[in-house]
């Protein structure tokens, strides 16, 4: 058993969280997130030097509050696991300093951790008061579709992440946007419409109403022999239309048949190819992880498409909170790095610092 304190800042949420490894569970014993979101609304995005200040102030009650809620103190902690990579540097870098101290301070092995891979992992965690997951019983290959604001892509996964290898995000993935990542098309595509920042959950609330068929947005890249996405036709298709519908009078009318459509023309592009993906590698399960998993049609859909393209289980989401940007993923990557010896102690936490690419290694 080991006990983990993750840490996230690499955005716009500010978060801390505890989580018990076991050999069959990750449990989040506790997770306590701060979102800027209402801070970042009024210029339509997030503003870097705007995050970075917020975090500066609210990383420590955070780190305080999860320690707290989940009963415990600095001293029981195995591990600390900070997000270093990738996202806006000066974000990271609150997280990163506040970890480096923690670590230092109390002795702690520290371990850093990809975003990305956060939350590829996020499907491993249990939530307190919900149904256990057995991480043993999991079936490989698993096929991973990893959709946030910033990317869209489909990593082929062939064993549990204790036997990840450093460099698996790179050799697991096997097709990824070209242009826009998913959220970014939920989100552009809302701005379009007047709806606020960011999108994703106003277009899948007005989508309820509309019509998914009444406008014909492009599905881009339908070639079968590439698993690659792009959305910024979609963009302009949206735009285009948006224009028409205004200068007609008839926008306001019109917002629940647009988002329907577009929604659809985005889960379309994303199923065509997982469905190619999971078939060319012969998957046993599918997962669906990032904020646009949160997407209700999206799940209701693959929900009923999965019983034909020979999995052995229905696809596997995050509860809703694992799903958008938090602390629980982190720690659950975190330990199981640090299972692989992989965490940094004393002098070598002065050389770990944050990158805004996601490419280079600690
Ligand atoms: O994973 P995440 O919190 O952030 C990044 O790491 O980028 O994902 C945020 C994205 C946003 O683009 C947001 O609009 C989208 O997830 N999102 C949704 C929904 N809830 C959040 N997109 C579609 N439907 C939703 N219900
Ligand atoms: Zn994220």
New binding site residues.
């Given amino acids: 058993m080991s006990l983990i304190l993750g840490i996230e800042s690499?955005?716009d949420?500010c978060s801390a969280s505890v989580v018990r490894y076991t050999p069959e569970h990750c449990e989040a014993l506790s997770v306590e997130t701060f979102s800027q979101i209402d801070l970042h609304r009024p210029y339509g995005g997030v503003v870097p030097e705007i995050a970075s200040r917020n975090h500066l102030e609210t990383i420590i009650p955070m780190i305080d509050a999860a320690l707290k809620s989940a009963g415990v103190t600095m001293k029981d902690i195995d591990a600390v696991a900070v997000t270093n990579r990738p996202g806006l540097v000066g974000a990271l870098l609150v997280g990163v300093s506040a970890a480096k101290s923690l670590a230092y301070a109390f002795g702690k092995p520290l371990v850093p951790v990809h975003?990305l891979e956060g939350?590829l992992c996020s499907i491993y965690l249990n939530s307190p008061g919900k149904p256990p997951i057995e991480r043993n019983s999991l079936e490989y290959p698993l096929m991973t579709l990893l959709v946030?604001?910033?990317?869209s892509q489909l990593h082929a996964i062939d064993t549990a992440p204790e036997l990840w290898t450093p460099v698996m995000l790179e050799t697991s993935r096997i097709g990824r946007s070209r242009d826009d990542?998913a959220?970014?098309a939920?989100?552009k595509t809302?701005k379009i419409l007047g709806l606020p920042y960011?999108?994703?959950?106003y277009?899948?609330e007005l989508a309820k109403t509309g019509d998914a068929t009444k406008y014909a947005f492009p599905r881009a890249l339908p070639q079968k022999d590439t698993l690659d996405f792009s959305f910024s036709g979609l963009k302009t298709a949206v735009l285009n239309e948006a224009q028409k519908l205004e200068n007609a009078g008839r926008l306001e009318e019109e917002k629940p048949n647009l988002c329907a459509s577009l929604q659809q023309a985005i889960i379309d592009a994303l199923i065509s190819k997982m469905e190619i993906a999971v078939r060319r590698h012969r998957s046993r399960t599918l997962s669906v992880v990032?904020?646009?998993a949160?997407?209700?049609r999206?799940r209701s859909i693959l929900n009923e498409r999965w019983k034909f393209w020979g999995l052995s289980s229905p696809p596997i989401f995050p509860s809703p909170e694992f799903?958008?940007?938090n602390a629980a993923m982190i720690a659950a990557a975190g330990a199981f790095r640090y299972r692989q010896g992989l965490a940094i102690q004393g002098e070598q936490l002065l050389c770990l610092n944050a990158f805004s690419s996601g490419a280079i290694a600690p």
Avoid: K, W
């Avoid at 946030?148 to 990317?151: I, Q, V």
């Avoid at 960011?198 to 959950?201: D, F, L, V």
């Fill in positions: 690499s955005c949420e975003h939350h946030s604001g910033g990317h990542a959220g970014e939920f989100d809302a960011p999108g994703g959950r277009i899948d990032g904020g646009v949160a997407n209700s999206f799903c958008t940007d």
